[in-house]
C-alpha cells in the first residue's frame, strides 16, 4: 500500500507565499512522475506542476515564473513553492505519484488534499 501526505497548506494574503510537501511512503520500488494539481469550486481539477524522475519540469501557464516544483528521489517527496501568489491560485492541491509498486506495475497516486486559499 501507497499513500501520499500533503502538507503546507493554509491562508495567505495575495503576493505571499507558500510552500507544499508531499511525502510518499509505502510498497515502492520508485516512482516516475510526480505533480501537483489543484480544484477550486466548481471546476475542473487542473494540473499545476509536474516533474519527472529525471528532475525535467512542467508548469500551467498560469504559473509559470511563480511556482517551482522539485522532488527528492531519496526521500520520495515532491515539493511546490508558491510565490506571489493570487486569489486564482485558490483551490485544494493534490500531490499525484506514479508509483512502481513491483516490476512492470505502476499505480496512479493522489494524496487526500491540501487547501490553499489566497485572500486579502
Known amino acids: 500500500q501507497v499513500q501520499l501526505v500533503e502538507s503546507g497548506g493554509g491562508l495567505v494574503q495575495p503576493g505571499g507565499s507558500l510552500r507544499l510537501s508531499c511525502a510518499a511512503s509505502?510498497?515502492?520500488?520508485?516512482?516516475?512522475?510526480m505533480g501537483w494539481y489543484r480544484q477550486a469550486p466548481g471546476k475542473e481539477r487542473e494540473l499545476v506542476a509536474l516533474i519527472t524522475s529525471g528532475g525535467s519540469t512542467n508548469y500551467a501557464d498560469s504559473v509559470k515564473g511563480r511556482f517551482t516544483i522539485s522532488r527528492d528521489n531519496v526521500k520520495n517527496t515532491v515539493n511546490l513553492q508558491m510565490n506571489i501568489l493570487k486569489p486564482e491560485d485558490t483551490g485544494v492541491y493534490y500531490c499525484n505519484a506514479h508509483v512502481v509498486v513491483t516490476v512492470r506495475i505502476q499505480y496512479d497516486y493522489w494524496g487526500q488534499g491540501t487547501q490553499v486559499t489566497v485572500s486579502s
Open positions: 509505502g510498497s515502492i520500488i520508485s516512482i516516475n512522475d
